[in-house]
Nanobody
Framework: VQLQASGGGLVQPGGSLRLSCAVSGSGFSIEDMGWYRQAPGNQRESVATSSSGRITNYADFVQGRFTISTDYSKKMVVLQMNSLKSEDTAVYFC???????????????WGQGTLVTVSS
């Protein structure tokens, strides 16, 4: 299972970015999908998660500005970020929790990270 994130870049405060993450591989099913971020000097923190495509959770700092969407059939997760602030500057990582078909053990895989810089 491999994840490829894209969509990061430089944006001015108040602007928008759309992060995408494509999951590749075969013979597995995805349980959860989501996004974390890590700012310089900080620990990695959860941004938005989707459980089985039905339950979504957002970090408090999102405050309605971000939207996570998932397509389990296409194995993709997207994070639409609006009203970006300088404090949103971080490397954003997508992740999935998945299991091989017929197995119960839940595994976790991460994308390589995409840098989001919010600055004027």
């Amino acid at each position: 299972v491999q994840l490829q994130a894209s969509g990061g870049g430089l944006v001015q405060p108040g602007g928008s970015l759309r992060l995408s993450c494509a999951v590749s591989g075969s013979g597995f099913s995805i349980e959860d999908m989501g996004w974390y971020r890590q700012a310089p000097g900080n620990q990695r923190e959860s941004v938005a998660t989707s459980s089985s495509g039905r339950i979504t959770n957002y970090a408090d700092f999102v405050q309605g500005r971000f939207t996570i969407s998932t397509d389990y059939s296409k194995k993709m997760v997207v994070l639409q970020m609006n009203s970006l602030k300088s404090e949103d500057t971080a490397v954003y990582f997508c992740y999935v929790k998945w299991r091989y078909w017929g197995r119960t053990f839940l595994r976790e895989s991460w994308g390589q990270g995409t840098l989001v810089t919010v600055s004027s």
